[in-house]
């Protein structure tokens, strides 16, 4: 396989991440042609088993895509010993390890920037890698709790609900992914590699932003609002004839036009609703309000409506349907991929697009050591060495 096509073919990176988060950071940098080598132990010395899904699952396919995959005993002298003959070809290593684990192993970033000062070494863990809770094992659910997201979703009084997509885990993904690029430019100017680290926990507090400041700068502490935007109304969800849609008409100017295109002239002669702050102390009324025109007609109506007289609306869809939505469609946010045993495969593109750039080929998940010939043959490792590492499980 030759190297990849893409504005970040030029470099090599070390994938030595399970689960989600780890690999989410990778998958931005494979997807934009970096040559990512996936390194996974040999089949009989995986512990791993079940933590990211069926190799020829959805999950897995769309997580390791665009990828090499070799097979590599991390705890074998020898294992080792090739582990850091890769080292010092690469330009980037991505790790999701406990503190403890890569210490103890010998690929932690102190032993590793021996081989390789220019080494940009990147690791996700739960919580950090110090502090009173660094050795405790991470997962996304935990981060949300303690993060504070699962205290401002679902309804009020509901009690607390985790969001429906693992947040924490995919957004320190991609908060690790920009460290690496940044620590990449920075390396343009020292030569000099560097630590990038990020956390579930960290990611999942930054992600709360202005929820997070109402309280670090106004000491309000945010509550549930279920569908409602938590300070701006009207904004929310609202039943119609057939269903529900999604309404947001915050803004005097934009409440204005609302009421125009409810015919609901009234509305903004009430005192209640006569400003923002009106209308957020009295939402439950205004949304009464609003419902009492809008189920009157039905969704795709009110749809068409509302975003002709430039208030925001749209509907609530099933997965199935937004990929159906001709938006969606033009957009091209189901990539097609051809997998040699699993036939044609639809995966989720990237939502970025660069104006000169043309997005890279994708590549389907690789099998586990599908690519140790060409990888390791390329450190001087022949056929019959090759062999012999696969028969003593090094391999």
Known sequence: MPLREGPLSRFTVLDLT???????????????????????????????????????????????????AVTLNLKDARGL???????????????????????????????????????????ISGFGEDGPYAGRPGFDQIAQGMGGLMSVTGLPGQ???????????????????????????EREQTGEG???????????????????VR?????????QAGNNHPTSMPTGVFRTADGHINVAASGDAIWRRLCRALEA??????????????????????????????VNESSAHWIEVLNGAG??????????????DPQVEHLGMARKVAHPRLGDLA?????????????????????????????FGRLGVGQDELSELRDQGII
């Open 265 to 294: 002239g009234q509305l903004v002669e009430d005192s209640r609703f006569a400003s923002a702050e009106g209308r957020s102390v009295n939402r439950a009324e205004l949304h009464r309000e609003l419902e009492a025109c809008l």
């Open 215 to 223: 309280w670090l700068m106004d000491r309000e502490v945010p509550p």
């Open 18 to 68: 399970r689960v989600r988060a780890g690999p989410t950071a990778v998958r931005q940098l494979a997807d934009w042609g970096a040559d990512v080598i996936k390194i996974e132990p040999p089949e009989l010395a995986d512990t791993s088993a079940g933590l990211s899904g069926k190799r020829d699952g959805s999950d897995f396919q769309n997580l390791q895509r665009n990828k090499r």
């Open 347 to 375: 995966l989720v593109n990237q939502p970025i697009r660069l104006s000169r750039a043309p997005d890279p080929p994708f590549a389907p998940a690789p099998e586990r050591g599908q690519h140790n010939a060409e990888v």
């Open 81 to 123: 010993g090739l582990f850091h003959k890769l080292v010092a070809g690469a330009d980037v290593l991505v790790e999701n390890y406990r503190p403890d684990v890569k210490r103890r192993l010998g690929i932690d970033y102190p032993a590793l920037r021996e081989a390789n000062p220019g080494l940009v070494y990147a690791s």
């Open 194 to 212: 560097q630590w990038v680290g990020t956390s579930l926990l960290q990611a999942q507090i930054a992600m709360l932003d202005f929820q997070a």
């Open 311 to 324: 208030v925001p609306c749209g509907p609530i869809n099933r997965i199935d349907q937004a990929f159906a």
């Open 159 to 185: 009690g607390p609900v985790r969001a429906g997509i693992p947040v924490a885990d995919l957004s320190a993904g991609v908060f690790c992914a920009f460290g690496i690029v940044v620590a990449l430019l």
